[in-house]
């Protein structure tokens, strides 16, 4: 352990905070001098685009507009990304706020601009395409490009037809809005007393913690008046789901696809298949979620779990402190079986300062990783010394790494990845980090608390995004075939699958029944499958690294520098994982019982 003089002390000016700790941004823009220059260029570049309307249906022109399209883009996500990330070094500065909102506006001026684009391109068939390809060698980078937007033109309707549906898109978010505004501003839930005693408004923030708590007793009253209170709007909140579900219903019709599934998977082209056999794997691997609910029971010493008692830690009296420094030292040796190259990428990070380390006055909450296409994929973290960010921090190095070899393989168009590989690097890195935590840690209480850290991320990303795109897969078929999806049926439902996934040795509280009300999620139909699937990818490759080694590194790191070149499932074909399949699932799930091999074996020692 060593001396900590950051988070000891009151929050710093970011002026005193040293300049190794901060993110080298000067590499966007060296000042905003340049940042303005930008500005200009990319008023100038839409003004050159905008010309080639009506002319696209010609090699030549084709080809020069789309790299003007590109470059354009390129500049106008530069000039908000720098103008952001400042800002973001201190929200009270109101220069970066400005420079932000000047590039907000100048992104819709563009969009808005260029809009002509693609319709224009879906007037051009296939066979032009084909032939435009064939004349004109420049266009061979833009292939995937365009065959892409070839593979959408079945379900781009006519003129006039999309004229009225674009018409129709805020009668579409009604649904959505209604439930936001009940949710987030409308509901109050009562006051209850915390672990000290103190009584505190419950709010949808707080309820996640109270949920945590060692105290059995504020567990409970939390999880009762919390899902108490979701209950008596039960109706309300019925009807903006179904409201929501019909409207995918209808989309899904007029765009020509067979169900709101399939619509939604169309987008990163994804098989449905992909969607079913996650479900069908985590359905044929419960028992280990109820071996798991076991082990949680006797560690919390009590002889009947409850829903209520599923988020508390069940490794106490562990508190450990990680500096950056230790971090960044565990990240290095953590990551040693991801080779020489990757490791060397990471030095150079550090050495590069990509990370801004530490939480100063005014500075975002949160970390993430974000850059331009022509600086460093840069971290902001509020660095804490403890455990959690440690892993963050291997997390958001695992995205920069994606997103810089990306950048150095790809041109810009490619160079953005799909939310269906998006988490794919950033677990893996968790997935190895741990895995060298868990083994390097002698002390058993230590071991048992990463063991625990992991199991929890396995139940919440594996097992409950699994049971939300069950409980999505069931109620969108059920309003596609007119069923009446009544707040009774729903909950019926909902309850129905807790039942099976937490299983009937541990008491599933009625209330839970109510959950799916609360889930902002299911507003955005058949997106957090992508959650299991991506963490499922990421545990089956970090598995096939330690076994197989440089042979596996190789095919994993032509995986970070694809971009999206190519469909994510082939990406992840390609890379050792084929998500058409039950495999990384099953190899996921059995690291998972694994980990319960190992705990039940260290509880039993204790
Ligand atoms: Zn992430």
């Known amino acids: 352990m060593r001396e900590d003089k950051k988070s000891s002390k009151k929050i710093l000016e970011r002026e005193d905070i040293d300049i190794a700790y901060k993110w080298d941004i000067e590499k966007i823009y060296k000042d905003d001098e340049e940042w303005e220059q930008d500005f200009k260029k990319a008023k100038e570049l839409t003004n050159d685009f905008v010309q080639y309307q009506g002319k696209l249906n010609d090699s030549k022109k084709l080809l020069q507009a789309l790299q003007l399209y590109e470059g354009l883009l390129q500049k106008v996500y530069k000039l908000y990304t720098y103008g952001k990330m400042r800002r973001d070094e201190n ?19 563009v969009e808005s601009a260029i809009s002509f684009f693609t319709p224009e391109l879906l007037q051009i068939n296939e066979e032009e395409i084909e032939k435009f390809l064939n004349e004109e ?64 408004e419950l709010t949808a923030g707080n309820f996640t913690h109270l ?94 779990l409850h829903m209520y008692d599923i988020y508390t830690p069940i490794v106490e009296g562990v508190d450990i402190k990680i500096t950056y ?129 992991f199991l929890e991320q396995f139940r919440t990303t594996m097992f409950r995004q699994t049971m939300f795109a069950e409980f999505e897969k069931i109620t969108h078929e059920m309003v596609a075939k007119g069923d009446a999806l009544t707040a009774e049926k729903l909950c019926e439902i909902y309850y129905e699958l807790n039942r099976k996934y937490y299983g009937s040795d541990m008491t599933i509280n009625k209330e839970i029944e109510i959950e799916w009300a609360r889930i902002p999620h299911f507003y955005r139909s058949f997106y957090v499958y992508q959650y299991a699937t991506g963490f499922s990818a990421a545990i089956a490759l970090s598995k096939q690294i330690k076994q197989d080694g440089e042979k596996a590194v190789d095919s994993y790191l032509k995986f970070l520098k694809s971009g999206s070149i190519d469909y994510p499932i082939n ?36």
């Open 325 to 453: 420094q230790e971090a960044k030292d565990m990240v290095m040796e953590g990551l040693a079986a991801l080779g020489e190259e990757y490791c060397n990428t990471i030095k150079f990070a550090f050495d590069n300062r990509w990370v801004d380390v530490y939480e100063n006055k005014g500075k975002s909450s949160g970390a993430y990783s974000w850059g331009t296409y022509d600086s460093y994929p840069f971290i902001l973290m509020n660095y804490k010394d403890n455990v959690d960010n440690l892993f963050t921090l291997a997390h958001e190095m695992g995205h920069s790494i994606h997103s810089y070899y990306t950048v150095l393989n790809q041109p810009f168009i490619y160079s953005n990845y799909k939310i269906f590989v998006a988490e794919v690097a950033s677990t893996v890195n968790e997935a190895l980090l741990m895995d060298y935590m868990i083994s390097k840690n002698e002390d058993k209480k230590v071991k048992m608390y990463y063991i625990n850290h």
């Open 137 to 200: 060698e420049g266009l061979k980078k833009y292939h995937q490009f365009l065959m892409e937007t070839l593979r959408n033109k079945p379900h781009v309707l006519s003129v006039q037809e999309e004229k009225i549906i674009a018409q129709a898109g805020d009668l579409a978010q009604a649904s959505e809005n209604i439930y936001d505004m009940l949710n987030d501003a409308d509901m109050r839930f009562p006051e209850i007393a915390d672990e000290k005693g103190e009584i505190v």
């Open 571 to 606: 990406l992840l074909k390609n890379a050792g994982v084929d998500m058409t399949s039950k495999k990384p699932v099953e190899m996921a799930l059995k690291v998972f019982a694994d980990l319960l091999d190992e705990m039940e074996k260290l509880v039993e020692e204790n």
């Open 91 to 109: 929200n009270q500065n109101p220069k970066y706020q400005a420079l932000t909102d000047r590039a907000q506006s100048l992104h819709i001026e």
């Open 211 to 304: 949920m945590e708590s060692k105290n059995r007793e504020v567990r409970k009253t939390a999880f009762y008046q919390f899902y108490g209170t979701y209950s008596k709007y039960k109706n309300t909140l019925a009807a903006t789901f179904n409201a929501n579900l019909k409207k995918d219903g209808f989309y899904a019709k007029v765009r020509k696809h067979n169900s709101s599934l399939e619509a939604s998977l169309f987008e990163s082209n994804i098989p449905v298949e992909v969607y079913d056999k996650l479900i069908e794997a985590v359905n044929e691997n419960l028992h280990l979620m109820h071996r798991y609910m076991a082990i949680r029971e006797k560690m919390l010493k009590i002889d009947d």
